[in-house]
C-alpha cells in the first residue's frame, strides 16, 4: 500500500510539474504594451475542413515523398575531409630592434618559412556503383577533390575510409571509393535520364546541408540548360528551387522515380544561404566520366583546335549569319584538329553529329564530351552557305590550344560600326572595312605589327567591307601567304607578308 501511494504522489507530483510547465508555455504575453502573443496550442481536431476526397491525394503525394526517401537516402552519404596547406609564416618580431622583451630578433631566418594548416570540410555524395568490395560514391570536385583524408559516413551510421579515384575541376566532378564486406547493408542509387527531365518537374534535393545530414528538400525543376561559365564550369545545369546550402554539394537531384537526375553543385545568392536558386550538374553529363575515373583516375577531353567567341545580332548581320544559332569561330589553331579537317577561321558553327548547337557554350561542352580518335560531323556556314565537315577529334592535353603563334589571325575582327568610326575618329566615309581589337601576343597579327583599332580595308590588296569579306579574304586553305592594308590615323600601310609552312 506504501508502494501504491508513493507511485501515486509520485505520478501527481509529475502531473503537476507538467500542467505547471504547460501553464508557462501557452499563457498570453503583452510585448512592449502594444499587443498580445498566444502561443501555439496543439489540437485534437483538424484546423481546416477537408474533404475526404482531396485529403487522399494530399496522403498519396506524402506516401510518395516518403517512398522516394526511404528508397534513395540509403545511397545518401555524407563526406568529412581533411586538407593540408601550407602558408608563408612571419615573426612579429623581424622588424624590430635585436632583443625585444628578451626575444632576439631572428632576421632573416624567420623570413619564408612555411606552416602546414589542416582544414576540414564537409560535403554529399551518392553511391554510384559497387563492384566486389569496392564502392564507389559521386561527389564534387571542390568536396573531395583537394582532399588528403576522406571519411564516408553511411544513413545507418557506418563509417570507411574513403580513397580519392578520380578527380575532375572543368565539370567539378569527383569519384570516391571506399572498401565494404559484402553483407554490408550498401545501396546504389538508380541513374535517370536528364535529358528527359523538363521545367517543372516535381524533384528532392539530399544531402548533409550545414552538417545536418540525410537531409531531403522538394522543389521543381526551374530551369534547364543553365549555362555554368559565370563559375568557370563547362556543364550546363538543372536550375532548382528545392533548397540546397553548404553542404548540399555533391548529393543527388531526384525525380519521382527515385532517380538521380543531377548532382547538386552550387547556389546563387547574396547571402550564401539558399534563395530558391541552386543548380545541379545533369547525371547524364557525368554518367562516362564515371568509368573514365575508374579506367584512367581521369577524364580525357576532345579537342577541336578553335577559339570560339560570342556575338551579337548586329554581328551576325555583318557576318552573314543573321537569326541563326551556333557558335562563332572567330579564329583558327593552325595544325589544330580543325585545321586539318578544313575548318576556317570565321566559319559559324550550326550543327555537331545532326545536333543544332544554340551556343558556344553548348559546343564546348559537346566537343568535350567527345573521345579522342572520333571523326566528328560539323555543318557551318561560310560566306553565305553551308558547308559539311568531317573532322578526326584528338586528345585535349594541358598545352593543347597554348601556343598563340598558332592562333590565326590572332586578333578579334570587328564590325566597323558608326560608333566606332566615331571613336576612332573616321571622318572619310571612303574608309570601309573591319576594326581590330585584343591582339593577342606572339601571334601572326602581332608579328605583322598590328595593333587594337587599326582598320583593315585589305587583304592581299583585295578591299573588303565587312566581316564577312575579311574571313573569306583570309582562308589560309586558299593562300600561301597574306598581307594587310591598315588604316591608321589617316595612312594606309601594307604589312608585311606572312607565310604558311
Known sequence: MKKITKSVLGVAAV????????????????????????????????????????????????????????????????IDVTEKTTYSATSPFDDLPFFFFGIPNQGDSNKGRTRERIQQGLGSGVIVRRTGNTVYVLTNNHVAGKADSIKVKLNDGQE????????????????????????????????????EVQTGDICLAMGAPLGYSQSVTQGIVSATGRSGTQIGNMNDFIQTDAAINQGNSGGPLVNIYGEVIGINTWIASNSGGSVGLGFSIPINSIKTAIDSFIANGKITYGWLGVSLSDITEKYKENLGVKGKHGAFASQLIIDSPAHKGGLQAGDFI??????????????????????????????????????????????????????????????????????????????????????????????????????AGDVITAVNDKKISSVEEFYSAIDISKNSEIWFDVYNEGHIISTGHYKFN
Open 350 to 451: 550550326i550543327e555537331l553529329n545532326g545536333k543544332k548547337m544554340k551556343s558556344q557554350a553548348e559546343l564546348m561542352r559537346e566537343v568535350g564530351y567527345l573521345p579522342a580518335g572520333k571523326i566528328a560531323e560539323f555543318k557551318v556556314i561560310r560566306n553565305g552557305k553551308e558547308v559539311s565537315l568531317k573532322i578526326k577529334i584528338e586528345e585535349r592535353s594541358k598545352d593543347s590550344g597554348n601556343d598563340n603563334s598558332k592562333l590565326w589571325p590572332g586578333f578579334i575582327a570587328s564590325p566597323l560600326s558608326d560608333d566606332l568610326r566615331e571613336e576612332l575618329k573616321i571622318t572619310d566615309s571612303k574608309v570601309k572595312g573591319i576594326v581590330v581589337s585584343n591582339v593577342f601576343e606572339k601571334s601572326p597579327a602581332a608579328a605583322l605589327r598590328i595593333q
Open 160 to 195: 570507411f575510409d574513403g580513397k580519392l579515384v578520380g578527380a575532375d575541376a572543368r565539370q567539378d566532378i569527383a569519384l570516391v571509393s571506399f572498401e565494404a564486406q559484402s553483407d554490408s547493408n550498401i545501396v546504389v542509387a538508380a541513374l535517370g535520364n536528364s535529358d
Open 15 to 78: 502531473g503537476a510539474l507538467a500542467f505547471s510547465f504547460f501553464s508557462l508555455s501557452c499563457h498570453r504575453v503583452e510585448v512592449r504594451g502594444t499587443a498580445d502573443t498566444a502561443f501555439a496550442e496543439t489540437s485534437k481536431s483538424s484546423a481546416v475542413a477537408i474533404s475526404r476526397n482531396d485529403l487522399s491525394v494530399l496522403e498519396a503525394l506524402q506516401s510518395s515523398f516518403r517512398a522516394i526517401s526511404s528508397g534513395v537516402l540509403p545511397s545518401v552519404v555524407e
